[in-house]
């Protein structure tokens, strides 16, 4: 059985940070990309941040500049730096693994962590 479990949310005021942490557990044998995705009340989801395997990161326009998205691979955990936050930036934050299990690969999401910035 696998596990994608984010932590590190909570309330913060605009201009401050946040450290975002997700682990991957279970039977797997890799991981290839790991993302950040988030959900702000009536809006679609969308892609913050992602990392590959081999370190190559991508950003959303609204964020570049401010987050920073990292892993370490030994312990199967991708982070969010979040730094100058925004109002804008209150969202439901979610991981996305792409785990590979004999042979076949599949993307597995956390049960989300709720970032607020207060103006």
């Known amino acids: 059985q696998v596990q994608v479990v984010e932590s590190g949310g909570g309330l913060v005021q605009a201009g401050g940070s946040l450290r975002l942490s997700c682990v991957a557990s279970?039977?797997?044998?890799?991981?290839?990309?790991m993302g950040w995705y988030r959900q702000a009340p009536g809006k679609q989801r969308e892609l913050v941040a992602t990392?590959?395997?081999?370190?190559?990161?991508n950003y959303t326009d609204s964020v570049k500049g401010r987050f920073t998205i990292s892993r370490d691979n030994a312990k199967n955990t991708v982070y969010l730096q979040m730094n100058s936050l925004k109002p804008e930036d209150t969202a439901v934050y979610y991981c996305?693994?792409?785990?590979?299990?004999?042979?076949?690969?599949?993307?597995?999401w956390g049960q989300g962590t709720q970032v607020t910035v207060s103006s």
């Open positions: 279970g039977r797997f044998s890799s991981i290839k990309t």
């Open positions: 990392i590959s395997s081999g370190g190559s990161t």
């Open positions: 996305n693994a792409d785990l590979v299990t004999l042979g076949y690969m599949r993307g597995y």
